[in-house]
């Protein structure tokens, strides 16, 4: 399969292409020496050749559904101590004008 380098560096199969590239044993240059920015990539296990693009797409949607997944978990997550904050120093406040307006709890 040939992949447009150019148009794919950005993305997750880019960045795998460049990362796989720094650990070959042998020198790999992606740096703009095929003429038409494209490269032979290949996908292969045990002997098949898979499709290595919309695999690639497949990983990086999955890897951006868990990002929003944790992130999410994270706003809740402060949301709920900040919701937590909020309870006390209401119930601080609630206590010290108590004790300075000697007002009773039915009151509020």
Not at 3 to 19: A, H, P, Q, T, W
Request: aromatic content about 8%; some cysteine; charged content about 35%.
């Amino acid at each position: 399969m040939k992949i447009d380098f150019m148009k794919e560096r950005d993305s997750f199969l880019g960045y795998c292409m460049v990362n796989a590239v720094t650990h070959a044993d042998k020198l790999v240059d992606i740096t703009g020496k095929s003429p038409d920015g494209n490269y032979e990539i290949q996908f292969i296990i045990n002997g098949v050749e898979l499709p290595l693009k919309e695999t690639f797409e497949d990983i990086e949607k999955q890897i951006d559904e868990m990002v929003a997944k944790k992130a999410l978990e994270l706003l809740e997550e402060k949301f709920l101590d900040m919701t937590d904050i909020v309870y006390h120093i209401t119930e601080e406040l609630k206590r010290t004008a108590q004790e300075k307006l000697n007002l009773k709890i039915e009151e509020w």
